[in-house]
């Protein structure tokens, strides 16, 4: 069975500063990877993906995140981050039956 | 192109009642896919159809069905309302399997 935990449930930063959400998960079988963002009272955006190939995966926005097969994380960046940024962010985890298994959330507060 | 559409975006029923909600997904879409999120459990895979077929089943009670029809239009139905069902009900589609989802804005549900 997948699982995924998401490290930190918030994360404060100030505008303009870097940031790193992070992302481990579990699986005995090759999975697809997502991080989605939800704006209050919206649905899920989704940001990136990581089906194969290179390991680090450019998204919208200018977030990023990086595959790490042997550490099975897959934590997300961005190096700077804009009040607008300001949401929950949930990591993904999907086998091949097209199934997405979410992490808790974190929130990110982006102050100015 | 028009997103995934959730009808209708709010609700309020009363314990007992029953509930149908609505999801038309992103036009050529196959696959469409229900999860409930609330603050206590997060966001839970409750079922998914593909070429009307439910291809996968997530762990809540019968009182939670759903079904597919051949136009890709998705209904669920929550029989026999319990406090404890009022969430967020996210539904989303994917243009074929174990593709990326794309989510819509969600139907609230409030049990009172």
């Known amino acids: 069975a997948q699982s995924v935990t998401q490290l930190d449930s918030q994360v404060p930063v100030f505008e303009e500063a870097p940031v790193e959400l992070r992302c481990n998960y579990s699986?005995?079988?090759?999975?697809?990877l997502f991080w989605y963002v939800q704006y209050p009272n919206q649905g899920l955006q989704l940001l990136l993906k990581?089906?194969?190939?290179?390991?680090l995966v450019k998204g919208i926005n200018g977030f990023e995140a990086e595959f790490n097969k042997s550490q099975t994380s897959f934590h997300l960046r961005k190096p700077s981050v804009h009040i607008s940024d300001t949401a929950e962010y949930f990591c993904?985890?999907?086998?091949?039956?097209?199934?997405?298994?979410f992490g808790q959330g974190t929130t990110l507060q982006v102050k100015p | 192109k028009a997103g995934v559409t959730q009808t209708p975006r709010y609700l309020i029923k009363t314990r007992g009642q029953q509930v149908t909600l609505s999801c038309s997904p992103i036009?050529?879409?196959?696959?469409v896919s229900w999860y409930q999120q609330t603050p206590g459990q997060g966001l839970q895979f409750l079922f998914e159809?593909?070429?009307?077929?439910?291809?996968n089943k997530g762990n809540f009670p019968g009182r939670f069905s759903g079904r597919q029809f051949s136009n890709s239009r998705s209904e669920m139905n929550v029989s026999t309302l319990e406090l404890g069902d009022s969430a967020l009900y996210l539904c989303?589609?994917?243009?074929?399997?174990?593709?990326?989802?794309?989510f819509g804005q969600g139907t609230r549900l409030t049990v009172v």
């Open positions: 989303a589609s994917s243009p074929d399997l174990n593709t990326e989802a794309f």
């Open positions: 699986s005995s079988v090759s999975v697809y």
């Open positions: 990581y089906l194969s190939g290179s390991t």
């Open positions: 993904a985890v999907s086998d091949l039956t097209g199934k997405l298994i």
């Open positions: 036009s050529g879409h196959r696959s």
């Open positions: 159809y593909f070429s009307e077929t439910q291809r």
